[in-house]
């Protein structure tokens, strides 16, 4: 490190500003890899479905918020399936009970657009499940993740 702080405040006279700025730059770079998949609390692996009737119900962000940490999401495919993700591109939930809630992902910028300006009518059974299930804090939907498992969801 002197030879660093020699070559940064040189024959200037410099204050050590330089040496500040080259510890900083170092501790980045030190940390750069923090936050990887190999950081935070331990994941379990969670899939289902969402159905009503029996019914798979497509384009719904399922979120399941755990009593404290990172919710995680997943959104529904045609056939209802989901995988939860804890960050992007990281599959995953924290361990423990959940409360789950669902909202509706148009699947189009067009249906985004009818929905804004109030010309989108859900199909009945997306409109039911958004109704009973669509506020964090009246769904009655509650979920304990204890290991790797699948979750399949009849929403009434």
Do not use: W
């Not at 958004?130 to 979750?151: C, F, I, N, R, S």
């Amino acid at each position: 490190m002197k030879n660093m702080r020699a070559q940064v405040g040189g024959a200037r006279g410099g204050t050590g500003h330089g040496l500040v700025l080259v510890a900083l730059l170092a501790a980045l770079l030190t940390h750069a890899g923090c936050g990887g998949r190999g950081s935070g609390p331990p994941l379990v692996q969670v899939r289902g479905t969402v159905t009503r009737e029996g019914k798979p119900l497509e384009n719904l962000m399922v979120h399941f918020q755990p009593e404290s940490g990172r919710p995680s999401h997943g959104v529904t495919d045609s056939q209802g399936n989901f995988t939860l993700e804890y960050l992007p591109d990281q599959p995953g939930a924290v361990q423990g009970p959940h409360r789950v809630f669902v909202s509706f992902v148009p699947p189009s910028v067009e249906v985004e657009m009818a929905i804004f300006e109030g010309r989108h009518q859900h199909p009945p059974e997306i409109a039911a499940a958004l109704e009973k299930y669509g506020d964090p804090a009246t769904t009655p939907l509650t979920v304990e993740l204890t290991q790797d498992d699948t979750v399949n969801l009849e929403l009434d």
